[in-house]
């Protein structure tokens, strides 16, 4: 069974500064998807980026990029000039390309804080 | 064009009482995910369904917890005798295959269940 590992419960970055977010999963499948996913105190959940296991570059929208090792199984965030309505919990999440179930296997999440 | 609709945002019952839970995915969708949220955990996928069909249940409790996807209608997540561990944030998400290969799935704002 895929899991997925988030090994920073809580992590804080100063504003306009860059923040890292570890990201690691299990899985013996070669083709799959991986996502970022923001969960502001409203709690709405909200993708942020997602990557196609067989694409090595890397994937960014705007100030948010990944840094995706298939071999580590590693698949890391990065928010640069951070703002403070960064501030949310961030969960990663698998999904197998193959199979009839399209489910999300999400990590426990990390916690940010952006300090002004 | 609305995106997942879920209701109620919250609700409270005493042990014992029945829970509905409903979800309208977004318009043009047929497939529905419904996710819970245990207190400071991630998300964890209970049942997955597709118009009058059940695609996978491997998330859902054995006992008391019921989904159903009509023809017509919303999705209804139903709880029977709940018990304050069914306390938590319960997600729906919904979405439509081979739009796109990421298959992504677009989440509503969540029920928030409360037992007394």
């Known amino acids: 069974a895929q899991t997925v590992t988030q090994s920073q419960p809580e992590m804080s970055v100063q504003e306009a500064e860059t923040v890292t977010l570890s990201c690691t999963y299990d899985?013996?499948?070669?083709?799959?998807?991986l996502f970022w996913y923001k969960q502001p105190p409203s709690r709405q959940m909200i993708l942020v980026i997602r990557?196609?296991?067989?694409?090595?570059q890397n994937a960014t929208e705007n100030r948010f990029s990944v840094n995706f090792q298939k071999a580590a199984k590693s698949f890391s965030l990065k928010i640069s000039d951070s703002q403070l309505g960064d501030a949310a919990m961030y969960f990663c999440?698998?999904?197998?390309?193959?199979?009839?179930?399209?489910?999300?296997?999400f990590g426990t999440g990390t916690l940010l804080a952006v300090q002004p | 064009n609305a995106g997942v609709m879920q209701n109620p945002r919250h609700l409270v019952r005493r042990r014992g009482q029945e829970a509905r839970l409903r979800c309208s995915p977004m318009?043009?969708?047929?497939?529905v995910y419904w996710y819970r949220q245990l207190p400071e955990e991630g998300l964890k996928f209970m049942v997955y369904?597709?118009?009058?069909?059940?695609?996978?249940e491997s998330g859902m409790p054995k006992e008391r917890f019921s989904a159903e996807f009509p023809k017509e209608g919303p999705s209804i997540l139903r709880i029977q005798q709940v018990v304050r561990g069914d306390s938590a944030a319960y997600f729906c998400?919904?979405?439509?295959?081979?739009?796109?290969?990421?298959?992504?799935?677009?989440f509503g704002p969540g029920t928030r269940l409360t037992v007394l």
């Open positions: 999440a698998y999904r197998s390309a193959s199979g009839a179930t399209n489910k999300l296997i």
């Open positions: 899985t013996s499948e070669s083709d799959y998807y």
């Open positions: 990557q196609e296991a067989y694409k090595q």
């Open positions: 318009k043009g969708h047929s497939h």
């Open positions: 369904l597709q118009k009058e069909n059940i695609i996978d």
């Open positions: 998400a919904s979405n439509d295959i081979g739009v796109s290969s990421y298959n992504e799935q677009f």
